[in-house]
């Protein structure tokens, strides 16, 4: 229990993957303007990123290992990843086309959002289980809704700041970003 927890907490906070891995920066950038764009990316990379890991796991695990053809798991993984997010992009689009229409090119930009196949291939690399695939990767999708919410509520209260006009815009958002990551690097050291 105490491995999991640990688990959970490393990607949650300790190697978030936006702050600490650096990975995903594109839609963590582009749509954090607005809380509600936020969140809705948010839970559609959780939801991609959660499901490509578990199918890529057994894939990984029961498929391409048994035929000892491991070299072919980035390309096995894009598939699945653009697969899902074919499906992900389809059902936002009739469920809340608002949302949909919000997103924008990001949605479909998923497939190519590096956050979603390094978490595929950092539970291979890191020999986890299904239990800790599945841990790992909710805790991990969770922290990047974590850190897209902070940021863009960030992004909002800066919009309406007196900011000057040389750092306005994308300057000031990453000024922000670079604190909130060397904030998150403070967790680091902790597992």
Do not use: W
Not at 6 to 27: D, K, T
Not at 100 to 117: D, E, F, Q, R, S
């Amino acid at each position: 229990m105490d491995k999991i927890i640990a688990l959970a907490f490393a990607g949650f906070i300790a190697e978030n993957v936006i702050l600490s891995q650096f990975l995903g920066i594109c839609p963590f950038l582009g749509v954090s303007k607005k809380r509600s764009s936020a969140l809705g990316m948010g839970f559609a990379v959780l939801f991609v990123m959660l499901i490509s890991s578990m199918v890529t796991y057994v894939l990984y695990r029961y498929v391409l290992e048994t035929l000892n053809i491991e070299y072919m798991r980035t390309i096995v993984f894009i598939l699945v990843i653009a697969s899902l997010v074919q499906m992900v992009e389809t059902f936002i689009k009739k469920v809340s086309p608002a949302l949909y229409k919000a997103l924008g090119i990001y949605l479909p930009l998923i497939t190519t959002n590096c956050a979603v196949l390094g978490v595929a291939i950092l539970n291979i690399s890191k020999d986890h289980n299904f239990l800790g695939t599945v841990v790992y990767t909710t805790a991990i999708g969770l922290g990047f809704i974590f850190v897209m919410f902070i940021f863009s509520m960030l992004r909002e209260k800066i919009n309406n700041a007196p900011v000057p006009k040389a750092f306005q815009g994308i300057p000031i958002a990453l000024v922000v970003a670079a604190i909130l990551a060397i904030l998150f690097s403070r967790f680091g050291g902790i597992i």
